[in-house]
């Protein structure tokens, strides 16, 4: 299989139509036609239902679409990263922020722009859990991140440890406690982040409740898309919302004066913030980068752990 294969293929699930595919690309339509089953004979399967009228993606195919795209991503970020090293330097530094993340590293940005200047930061708002695949495939170079970590492809160091908090409505019987038990909350409904977005955030405040022995929340309200959306569905009054510092500080923020927050006072309700990056990683700019963290963070009196 050729990345041109991919690149034809896609084109063709895009448009469903071969003459258009084949102008878009700039090739004739018979070649087009041909590498498309070249594609479906070295797969052995059939990617498109073809008729008289029109073309469709047969199920086969909308599955291998969906890889297709991920692969030509990968592709191109490989040959940024190739271009990158035959040119000796990196202009452009691309970094991955988890949710609430911004404003414990933007002293971080500061500081390496003072030591080096001449190389760009581009910052990406990336859950954590779907940072390990973006660096993994290059499409960041460094992230700011909760567990997990691959540390099988990733190096990773230990930033700070984040205090888990509890937002709920100004309204809540417990809204005007600064320190809450998780007893306290036992029976109250929970809105967070769905799993897939951060895993080890998840788990970590759901291990809370087995680790006491309580069976967990009464319900549980999953929120897909950003900050916003649990402050949203906490000022509504769907639940309460337990997390990371960081993002709670910033939900509350996001709605006004309409929530109120409290400490969740149990001794392992926090969760790690590190810095990742590739294993394989040779780039004299990431490395200039992590050494403007780790300077940082030390005149923050943060300790910072290498367990990679």
């Given at each position: 299989?050729?990345?041109?294969?991919?690149?034809?293929?896609?084109?063709?699930?895009?448009?469903?139509?071969?003459?258009?595919?084949?102008q878009?690309?700039?090739?004739?339509?018979?070649?087009?036609?041909?590498?498309?089953?070249?594609?479906?004979?070295?797969?052995?399967?059939?990617?498109?239902?073809?008729?008289?009228?029109?073309?469709?993606?047969?199920?086969?195919?909308?599955?291998?679409?969906?890889?297709?795209?991920?692969?030509?991503?990968?592709?191109?970020?490989?040959?940024?990263?190739?271009?990158?090293?035959?040119?000796?330097?990196?202009?452009?530094?691309?970094?991955?922020?988890g949710?609430?993340?911004?404003?414990?590293?933007?002293?971080?940005?500061v500081e390496?722009?003072?030591?080096?200047?001449?190389?760009?930061?581009?910052?990406?708002?990336?859950?954590s859990?779907?940072?390990?695949?973006?660096?993994?495939?290059?499409?960041i170079?460094?992230?700011?991140?909760?567990?997990p970590?691959?540390?099988?492809?990733?190096?990773?160091?230990?930033?700070?440890?984040e205090?888990?908090?509890?937002?709920m409505?100004?309204s809540?019987?417990?809204?005007?406690?600064?320190?809450?038990?998780?007893?306290?909350?036992?029976?109250?409904?929970?809105?967070?982040?769905?799993?897939?977005r951060?895993?080890?955030?998840?788990?970590?405040v759901?291990?809370?409740?087995?680790?006491?022995?309580?069976?967990?929340?009464?319900?549980?309200?999953?929120?897909?898309?950003?900050?916003?959306?649990?402050?949203?569905?906490?000022?509504?009054?769907?639940?309460?919302?337990?997390?990371?510092?960081?993002?709670?500080?910033?939900n509350?923020?996001?709605?006004?004066?309409?929530?109120?927050?409290?400490?969740?006072?149990?001794?392992?309700?926090?969760?790690?913030?590190?810095?990742?990056?590739?294993?394989?990683?040779?780039?004299?700019?990431?490395?200039?980068?992590?050494d403007?963290?780790?300077?940082?963070?030390?005149?923050?009196?943060?300790?910072?752990?290498?367990?990679?």
């Amino acid at each position: 299989m050729e990345l041109r294969h991919i690149r034809y293929f896609i084109a063709v699930a895009d448009l469903l139509n071969f003459t258009k595919a084949a102008q878009q690309l700039h090739i004739a339509q018979p070649p087009l036609s041909r590498q498309i089953r070249q594609l479906e004979d070295e797969l052995g399967v059939e990617l498109f239902a073809r008729n008289k009228r029109r073309i469709q993606l047969t199920r086969a195919g909308r599955i291998f679409l969906e890889e297709a795209r991920k692969l030509a991503v990968q592709a191109e970020h490989a040959r940024e990263a190739a271009q990158r090293a035959q040119q000796g330097a990196m202009k452009l530094l691309r970094i991955g922020i988890g949710a609430g993340l911004a404003r414990a590293i933007g002293n971080v940005v500061v500081e390496h722009h003072r030591h080096s200047p001449d190389i760009d930061i581009e910052c990406k708002d990336i859950f954590s859990s779907p940072q390990n695949e973006a660096l993994r495939t290059g499409e960041i170079d460094v992230g700011f991140l909760r567990p997990p970590v691959d540390q099988v492809n990733l190096n990773c160091e230990l930033l700070f440890e984040e205090q888990f908090v509890v937002i709920m409505p100004k309204s809540h019987r417990l809204a005007k406690r600064g320190f809450l038990k998780l007893a306290d909350i036992a029976d109250e409904p929970l809105v967070i982040f769905d799993r897939k977005r951060s895993i080890g955030l998840y788990d970590k405040v759901l291990g809370l409740y087995s680790s006491r022995g309580l069976t967990g929340p009464v319900a549980i309200t999953h929120v897909e898309a950003h900050e916003e959306a649990g402050a949203i569905t906490v000022a509504s009054g769907k639940g309460l919302f337990i997390g990371a510092a960081a993002i709670v500080k910033l939900n509350r923020s996001l709605a006004g004066t309409e929530l109120a927050l409290a400490e969740l006072d149990e001794p392992d309700a926090k969760i790690e913030v590190y810095i990742a990056w590739r294993k394989d990683e040779t780039c004299p700019a990431v490395f200039a980068f992590l050494d403007s963290v780790r300077r940082v963070f030390r005149a923050a009196e943060h300790p910072h752990k290498h367990i990679a």
